[in-house]
């Protein structure tokens, strides 16, 4: 048999990596008494395949104990068939695993799950996010009541938000199988770690608002039509949180005047 | 900081010239004239003494202040946009060398090069001012896909010359040059037509580039392919030898497996006292990946590594007939 090439060697050698046979890399490989080709390559397929669902496992460790060991591995095993790696850093093999999981649900699986993975990826993306310097209180406070309403709080990008018809945040917690409770949950990181927690439909407008860019005003007028007695009231203690939380890391007080949160 | 870290690195360089010559720093005990005069060695590398892997675990005790002689940490896992990682890297790194140990470069890949991960590493590079930058001699990419394994060439002329190209069209995209390590192998080409030692000095001298010698991945692929580990050291080139890894592994009965998960087996630290015989003390890292243990216990064996090798460094010394003639 001639050698194969080092491009087609390569590509023989990809393909046995992901479950194909293929006797012509088989007759590349030598055989030894105690180990024949199929099995020195067997041990790299192996290898291959568990690295990346631990990697996964990792990623999505509340995902996987819902589907168990096995339904995991399976998964897996057919998400890497449809999306194998991309990038040369293992840490974005997951960025399609919540949309796999939505578009082919394992048998057996909870008919949160796939929701359940999106939360988990919503907290990888947070995780290594873009660093900023949080806003604080006191920063506000230094600014003339006059201008708030057309200040434009600028977020941190190390918050995203999860929108579900089940709750995922006790779901995360707890597992088990709770009734349909339509969720939006804010996930995002301080001081290095990455919390989540549920908002009312009040703090979910609001958010909505900040995130798309309008000024404090404007978003104190969405609340309004929500909520009319209490609007200021209430915009104003989810401000608070925000701050506390450290989601605000800029201010916009108007074309010429600003701070700014980046390092 | 940059600066500071910056300054301490070179003093850290020029300190250790001053005292043991370009090999690197002095070993306790052993008296500097004696340590350089083994062979010439990869001058890339200065002697910044026994290192461990950086691993999440491990950064609340690094946090605390808990230092080895110098950390390595994956490439990959730091080119990222921001959070926690970047930040405990930036803080060790500012009273302490790191060096940046890549996974995914697929040097040996038939892919074209991917210049997105060469421009990202070399943002890494240029933020964390590491000792010096290493990858793997092997493929890990097809088709643009990425295995996550390190994969083993065939020993030929062809990939030589393939590899060899590509080192240089890294070194020359990063300014800087790299180290290749020899990976531990499950497997033989029919068709390779040389020793992996061979090889692995082959594709250093023609791409100009170091080597990092793994001693572990030597014993467990002398045992799964049965050659003797020593021919392995004794074929290879000590000026391209500028630091060495040690790490345990597992015994699946027909083959070793370079599994990161255990101590550094006995048989491992002889041959790692041979390799300090043939090539000087040597900036060493002990890896360990899997089922970690408290920081404490890696610790402990870089402080293992670093009494073997000034044991071998006295017995050399001893051994020397400028050392008689000193103390005579």
Known sequence: MPEPALRELQALFWRRLNGMTEPALEAAIVSTPSLGAADRLDIYARMYFWRLRDALAEDFEKTAAALGEDGFADAVRAYLTDHPSGNPSVRHLGSHFADFLAACPPAAAPPWLAELARLEWARVEVFDAPDAVPIRADDMRAIPAADWPGLRLRPTAALEVVESAWPLHTIWRDGGDPPLAPTALRVWREAGAVYHCAMDPLEREALAGLRSGASFGDICDALAHLEPDAAAAEAGSILARWLADGLIVGINQGPDRGADGEP | MRAEARQDHQLTRERARAIAGPRGRRVAGAPASLVPNWFSVFPDCPHIGHGIGLRPKYYPAVLEGRRADWFEVISENFMIRGGRPLAVLERVRADTPVVLHGVSLSIGSTDPLELTYLDDLARLIARIEPAWVSDHLCWGSHGRRYA?????????????????????????????????????????????????????????????????????????????????????????????????????????????????????????????????????????????????????????????????????????????????????
């Open chain 2, 148 to 328: 996550h394994d390190l994969l083993p060439l065939p020993y030929t002329e062809e990939a030589i010359d393939h590899v060899a190209g590509r080192v240089r069209e890294v070194q020359d995209r990063l300014g800087r040059r790299i180290l290749l390590e020899n990976v531990s192998s499950y497997l033989t080409y029919r068709h390779s037509t040389m020793p992996e030692w061979a090889f692995v000095a082959a594709v250093a001298e023609q791409a100009d580039c170091g080597i990092l010698l793994d001693v572990n991945n030597v014993f467990v692929s002398a045992t799964n392919h049965g050659f003797r580990a020593e021919d392995y050291l004794a074929g290879l080139p000590g000026h391209r030898v500028g630091q060495i890894h040690l790490a345990g592994h597992s015994d699946h009965g027909t083959y070793l497996l370079d599994s990161h998960d255990a101590p550094v087996r006995s048989e491992v630290w002889d041959l790692y006292r041979q390799t300090v015989r043939r090539f000087g003390a040597l900036p060493t890292l002990v890896e360990w990946d899997d089922r970690l243990p408290p920081i404490d216990d890696v610790l402990a064996e870089a402080a293992r590594a670093r009494a073997a090798e000034a044991e071998v460094v006295a017995e050399a010394a001893r051994e020397s007939p400028h050392a008689r003639a000193r103390s005579a």
